[in-house]
């Protein structure tokens, strides 16, 4: 491989992907790497992503960014889960929330003490015992580490935020700390012919920028990793049917509630994500079941307020790349695959590849062995994830349209089939070394989409029944008391704006 010290990075591409990636590198390696940024004002950003996920938090800490200046720069609210509508079946709601629910036992989950009693004629609801769920559902919020005098969790949150706002934010944050920016449109990208390696950009405008090694931040389009060095693309449209969006904003007729909502149409999603000043809307759906129009009036027959943009469609094809870093191209963002935005993971992927490339980082020049451990681990990851967002089209009991029958009877990765019959069997979730969904994320989905255990840890049959029925009263208590004491989400966001 290259053994050229890596001295001079270029980013190919703005956007949320781009600056997150040149925030992140110039705040770890901005010592030891000169970091450039080329994007263009005239080419627009995907920007339909504006939920993310609680290790959100751990990437703004990291470049130093205070959450109450993050809220007001970005008009963010906060997201204690989302809410899937119509997905079991039309007129069935259920969460996934963040946190944890019920109370942690040694070596066997709350899930199977709830299954227990379940089977014992328990009429208790799964999400009785979520505090992120009831303090959503009752629209408030404020920092909670704990339910008070407890050692129960308290809050686990993300947010909703404009991601342009967010991009603008950190590319302004970035450039004071050293971060180069370029304006300009790239028309080649320049080869050595012996290698294959990327050696320069060249702009419309003439200017020519070399690198050492270079970050494809080009969206769907996958300038560099794709249309240059040809990497080839795994497709997994055959599990997640879905290959188009609409995406269209309005203005908020109400106060902004602290969860997303994800609702389950004829042939495929709506996603409606609450900001500060206005709501991003959108609907992902399969062209094969319903037309671009068909889809478009979909969406805007279930919208509520002004429309502040028009509607656009947006593309997609549903995989990976089949090597995210090749030669000296890493990609980050969209250009690196794309996974539909149900469990809102676009953000934290980005979050993730900067990351595993910081750990890896090439000191005297790009090795193989660095190469091909990125690649594995960015394939694990993201194959993980995609089986987590299958599962909520797979386990689907909607026979009412050809989208959800294909869904319903479609052949699954082995990967996930195996954790679905875990689960139904046993009521075990086994989470694989540091995947990101947790066993309880997976309880929540299964349970909601209406999968039953047949049976669960002997480690539940320890309580009596009588000790069983006192640990549901006592959480019950605990965490009805606890959102009774919260403060409402409308007031937290004013105190962030005030203080």
Same mark, same amino acid.
């Given at each position: 491989?290259?053994?050229?010290?890596?001295?001079?990075?270029?980013?190919?591409?703005?956007?949320?992907?781009?600056?997150?990636?040149?925030?992140?590198?110039?705040?770890?390696?901005?010592?030891?790497?000169?970091?450039?940024?080329?994007?263009?004002?005239?080419?627009?950003?995907?920007?339909?992503?504006?939920?993310?996920?609680?290790?959100?938090?751990?990437?703004?800490?990291?470049?130093?960014?205070?959450?109450?200046?993050?809220?007001?720069?970005?008009?963010?609210?906060?997201?204690?889960?989302?809410?899937?509508?119509?997905?079991?079946?039309?007129?069935?709601?259920?969460?996934?929330?963040?946190?944890?629910?019920?109370?942690?036992?040694?070596?066997?989950?709350?899930?199977?003490?709830? #299954?227990?009693?379940?089977?014992? +004629?328990? !009429? *208790?609801?799964?999400?009785?015992?979520? %505090? =992120?769920?009831?303090?959503?559902?009752?629209?408030?919020?404020?920092?909670?580490?704990?339910?008070?005098?407890?050692?129960?969790?308290?809050?686990?949150?993300?947010?909703?935020?404009?991601?342009?706002?967010?991009?603008?934010?950190?590319?302004?944050?970035?450039?004071?700390?050293?971060?180069?920016?370029?304006?300009?449109?790239?028309?080649?990208?320049?080869?050595?012919?012996?290698?294959?390696?990327?050696?320069?950009?060249?702009?419309?405008?003439?200017?020519?920028?070399?690198?050492? #090694?270079?970050?494809?931040?080009? +969206?769907? !389009? *996958?300038?560099?990793?794709?249309?240059? %060095? =040809?990497?080839?693309?795994?497709?997994?449209?055959?599990?997640?049917?879905?290959?188009?969006?609409?995406?269209?904003?309005?203005?908020?007729?109400?106060?902004?509630?602290?969860?997303?909502?994800?609702?389950?149409?004829?042939?495929?999603?709506?996603?409606?994500?609450?900001?500060?000043?206005?709501?991003?809307?959108?609907?992902?759906?399969?062209?094969?079941?319903?037309?671009?129009?068909?889809?478009?009036?979909?969406?805007?027959?279930?919208?509520?307020?002004?429309?502040?943009?028009?509607?656009?469609?947006?593309?997609?094809?549903?995989?990976?790349?089949?090597?995210?870093?090749?030669? =000296?191209?890493?990609?980050?963002?969209?250009?690196?695959?794309?996974?539909?935005?149900?469990?809102?993971?676009?953000?934290?992927?980005?979050?993730?590849?900067?990351?595993?490339?910081?750990?890896?980082?090439?000191?005297?020049?790009?090795?193989?062995?660095?190469?091909?451990?990125?690649?594995?681990?960015?394939?694990?990851?993201?194959?993980?994830?995609?089986?987590?967002?299958?599962?909520?089209?797979?386990?689907?009991?909607?026979?009412?349209?050809?989208?959800?029958?294909?869904?319903?009877?479609?052949?699954?990765?082995?990967?996930?089939?195996?954790?679905?019959?875990?689960?139904?069997?046993?009521?075990?979730?086994?989470?694989?070394?540091?995947?990101?969904?947790?066993?309880?994320?997976?309880?929540?989905?299964?349970?909601?989409?209406?999968?039953?255990?047949?049976?669960?840890?002997?480690?539940?049959?320890?309580?009596?029944?009588?000790?069983?029925?006192?640990?549901?009263?006592?959480?019950?208590?605990?965490?009805?008391?606890?959102?009774?004491?919260?403060?409402?989400?409308?007031?937290?966001?004013?105190?962030?704006?005030?203080?």
């Amino acid at each position: 491989m290259q053994q050229q010290k890596v001295k001079q990075l270029v980013i190919a591409g703005g956007g949320t992907a781009g600056w997150i990636t040149a925030a992140l590198l110039n705040k770890v390696l901005g010592n030891i790497v000169n970091i450039t940024l080329i994007e263009s004002d005239q080419i627009g950003t995907v920007g339909v992503g504006e939920a993310s996920i609680p290790p959100i938090q751990h990437l703004n800490a990291a470049l130093g960014i205070r959450e109450r200046e993050f809220i007001n720069a970005t008009q963010a609210t906060i997201k204690l889960g989302i809410e899937f509508e119509n997905w079991r079946a039309p007129s069935h709601n259920y969460m996934h929330a963040f946190g944890d629910i019920g109370k942690d036992f040694p070596f066997c989950d709350f899930y199977h003490y709830w #299954l227990r009693a379940r089977q014992q +004629g328990s !009429s *208790a609801d799964f999400w009785d015992f979520s %505090l =992120n769920y009831q303090t959503a559902k009752q629209h408030k919020f404020t920092h909670l580490k704990h339910i008070p005098n407890t050692p129960l969790s308290g809050l686990n949150y993300a947010y909703h935020f404009d991601a342009t706002l967010y991009a603008e934010f950190l590319k302004e944050l970035t450039i004071t700390r050293g971060v180069k920016r370029i304006e300009g449109k790239i028309a080649d990208v320049k080869q050595c012919v012996d290698t294959g390696f990327v050696q320069a950009l060249a702009l419309l405008d003439g200017q020519t920028i070399t690198g050492d #090694l270079f970050i494809d931040c080009t +969206g769907l !389009s *996958a300038l560099l990793i794709e249309k240059t %060095l =040809n990497t080839g693309f795994e497709d997994w449209s055959h599990w997640l049917p879905c290959d188009s969006a609409i995406a269209v904003q309005t203005k908020s007729t109400t106060e902004p509630v602290p969860y997303t909502r994800s609702i389950a149409h004829d042939a495929g999603w709506q996603w409606q994500i609450p900001l500060q000043h206005r709501v991003g809307n959108g609907l992902v759906y399969s062209s094969r079941h319903i037309s671009d129009e068909q889809a478009k009036q979909q969406l805007l027959d279930n919208i509520s307020g002004e429309q502040i943009t028009e509607p656009r469609v947006i593309r997609f094809k549903t995989g990976r790349r089949l090597k995210q870093w090749h030669k =000296n191209v890493v990609a980050i963002g969209l250009s690196s695959g794309f996974l539909e935005p149900l469990e809102s993971t676009s953000i934290h992927l980005i979050q993730s590849a900067v990351t595993r490339l910081i750990k890896l980082f090439p000191h005297r020049g790009i090795e193989q062995s660095l190469v091909a451990t990125y690649n594995l681990q960015s394939k694990v990851e993201v194959q993980r994830i995609r089986d987590f967002i299958i599962l909520h089209y797979k386990l689907t009991e909607r026979t009412d349209s050809a989208f959800w029958r294909q869904c319903k009877h479609m052949s699954i990765p082995d990967s996930l089939q195996t954790k679905i019959d875990l689960f139904k069997d046993t009521g075990k979730i086994i989470r694989e070394d540091d995947e990101l969904f947790a066993e309880v994320a997976w309880q929540q989905v299964m349970i909601g989409q209406g999968l039953e255990a047949q049976d669960y840890h002997p480690l539940a049959d320890v309580l009596s029944d009588e000790q069983l029925t006192e640990l549901f009263s006592n959480l019950k208590t605990l965490i009805s008391g606890t959102v009774n004491q919260l403060p409402t989400h409308s007031e937290f966001l004013a105190r962030m704006k005030n203080n």
